[in-house]
Each structure stands twice: as C-alpha cells, then as structure tokens.
C-alpha cells in the first residue's frame, strides 16, 4: 500500500493527537494487520497489538479476547460494511479513529487488484459523529486536516484547502 508514497503529513498529525490524549503505558488495540503506523506507535513507546487479518465485518473475536485499553482504527472504518457491529464489541473505553473523509469531487476509491483495498464508506464527519453517537461513544476531541498532491489539475488544486481526513478521540458512554 505504502510502495511509492508515505503519508508523513498523515502520520505526524496522527501521532500527535494520539499523544495529546494518552500515554505510552495504555495498550491499544489496532484495528488492522502491522503497518507503517502501527510500527511507528511502537517506536514511540506504545504497546500496540494488531488484528491479523480476519474480516472484522464477520469476526470481532479479536475485539473481545485480547487484553487492551485504546482502540484505534486509522484508515479502516471506509473498508467495513459493517462498522456498526464493530464499535459495539470494542471493549476498551478509549478510541480513536480517523478517516479519509467523502470529497464531491473524486469517487470512492477502489482498487482494480485488490478486493480489501476499496472503500465502501467514504464518511462525511457527521456520518461517523452520528454512528459514534449511536454505538454509545462521545466525541471529546476532533481534527481535520488537508493532503494537497504535487501534481496540476483541478482536483489537485481543490486537495490543497478541501479537508481529506478526520480524526476523533472518543471514549465509552457508560449509562448508569
């Protein structure tokens, strides 16, 4: 996924919201095999465990038996038919996800090669506000932020000030 270009933009704002909510001694559960980020949270500090590649739409057993305290899910919701079922069975208090926001001017991506590199949402921030809401989270902090290319033309123009991505802090609504 990340052969020819890495998101660094992307990762540095990640980190440094991940940072300003928790800290290096929580073990977090990520949503999604090892990847770039996952090894560079590691390289931080954080104790990160990975899902291994089940299809989390299907099988959230991964949610339920490992030992953890955060939950993150960076990139993964627009991949799930299913984030509903997903959010209800994280068992941590804690989570954060971030996705690349619906842009107007550019169709859902999907991969020609690769059937798990599609996204079948493309959420706009009251999209996933509303489904945290439903699945009893409450949003504390939220960021959005732009992912302009180096290459001309109209889209590229409208990247460099349209917001692509979005990331929330969340935590567990618990109803007495």
Do not use: C
């Not at 996924?1 to 919201?17: A, C, I, N, S």
């Not at 339920?64 to 509903?84: K, R």
């Not at 859902?108 to 059937?115: L, N």
């Not at 996933?128 to 902090?141: H, N, P, R």
């Amino acid at each position: 996924m990340y052969e020819k270009t890495f998101p660094e933009k992307r990762f540095k704002l990640t980190l440094d919201f991940l940072n300003k909510h928790i800290n290096s001694s929580e073990t977090i559960l990520d949503l999604g095999v090892e990847n770039p980020f996952s090894k560079i949270m590691k390289q931080n500090g954080f104790q990160v465990i990975n899902t291994t590649g089940e299809d989390l739409d299907k099988d959230q057993t991964a949610l339920q038996s490992q030992q953890y305290t955060v939950t993150t899910a960076f990139e993964i919701f627009e991949h799930l038919l299913n984030p509903y079922t997903v959010l209800q069975n994280i068992k941590s208090d804690k989570l954060f996800i971030s996705i690349p926001m619906r842009l107007w001017f550019s169709p859902a991506y999907r991969s020609k090669t690769d059937m798990w590199d599609r996204h079948y949402h493309e959420f706009e921030d009251w999209q996933l506000d509303w489904l945290l809401e439903k699945t009893g989270w409450k949003i504390l902090d939220r960021q959005k932020w732009t992912n302009p290319v180096k290459k001309f033309g109209i889209r590229p123009l409208l990247r460099r000030f349209t917001n692509r991505y979005y990331i929330v802090y969340a935590e567990k609504v618990h109803n007495s």
